[in-house]
T-cell receptor, first 116, second 116 residues
Framework: AQTVTQSQPEMSVQEAETVTLSCTYD???????LFWYKQPPSRQMILVIR??????QNATENRFSVNFQKAAKSFSLKISDSQLGDAAMYFC?????????????FGKGTKLSVKP | DTGVSQNPRHKITKRGQNVTFRCDPI?????LYWYRQTLGQGPEFLTY????????KSRLLSDRFSAERPKGSFSTLEIQRTEQGDSAMYLC??????????????FGSGTRLTVV
């Protein structure tokens, strides 16, 4: 069974600095998708960035980028120029087409605090 | 597009009572998912629908849980004979079948259940 592990329960970053959140996963599949979701205190989860496993190029969305290491099964999120609004829970998620029909498997999350 | 709507936002119930939650997905989304999120954990998959058909149920969904999606629009999640262990945030999400793993899910704000 696929699993997603986020080893950092909490992280803290100074405003305008850069922070990296870690995620590792376990799967025997070769074609899958990886996501980072943000869950602010209001509790609605928002998609931050996604990566397709067959693409070697790391995904980037404005200040958010990933470091996808397929062989190491690692999928870290880098937030540049951190802003106060980035404070939230961040969840790494794995998804695969086919048998699981697009269900996402989530890690336990990393709580990010941003210091002014 | 008004997003995914969940009602109620909060529910406090006595142990042994039945509760029902409602989710209204984005209108053009034919997939609807229910997840449960306990404190300090990531969302855990419960069940999902494609249109009105319930296609997959997690083993987390005991016999006391039932979900429906009549006419493929809104969905309800009922918990019978609630137990304190049912206390959690219940999240609903929706997606288009063809874009589920391209764009991930759109989540609602959740229903927080407290069983006393």
């Amino acid at each position: 069974a696929q699993t997603v592990t986020q080893s950092q329960p909490e992280m803290s970053v100074q405003e305008a600095e850069t922070v990296t959140l870690s995620c590792t996963y376990d799967t025997s599949e070769s074609d899958y998708y990886l996501f980072w979701y943000k869950q602010p205190p209001s509790r609605q989860m928002i998609l931050v960035i996604r990566q397709e496993a067959y693409k070697q190029q790391n995904a980037t969305e404005n200040r958010f980028s990933v470091n996808f290491q397929k062989a190491a099964k690692s999928f870290s999120l880098k937030i540049s120029d951190s802003q106060l609004g980035d404070a939230a829970m961040y969840f790494c998620a794995y998804g695969m087409d086919g048998g699981s029909q697009g269900n996402l498997i989530f890690g336990k999350g990393t709580k990010l605090s941003v210091k002014p | 597009d008004t997003g995914v709507s969940q009602n109620p936002r909060h529910k406090i119930t006595k142990r042994g009572q039945n509760v029902t939650f409602r989710c209204d997905p984005i209108s053009e989304h034919n997939r609807l998912y229910w997840y449960r999120q306990t404190l300090g954990q990531g969302p855990e998959f419960l069940t999902y629908f494609q249109n009105e058909a319930q296609l997959e149920k997690s083993r987390l969904l005991s016999d006391r849980f039932s979900a429906e999606r009549p006419k493929g629009s809104f969905s309800t999640l009922e918990i019978q004979r609630t137990e304190q262990g049912d206390s959690a945030m219940y999240l609903c999400a929706s997606s288009r079948k063809t874009t589920t793993l391209n764009y991930g899910y759109t989540f609602g704000s959740g229903t927080r259940l407290t069983v006393v």
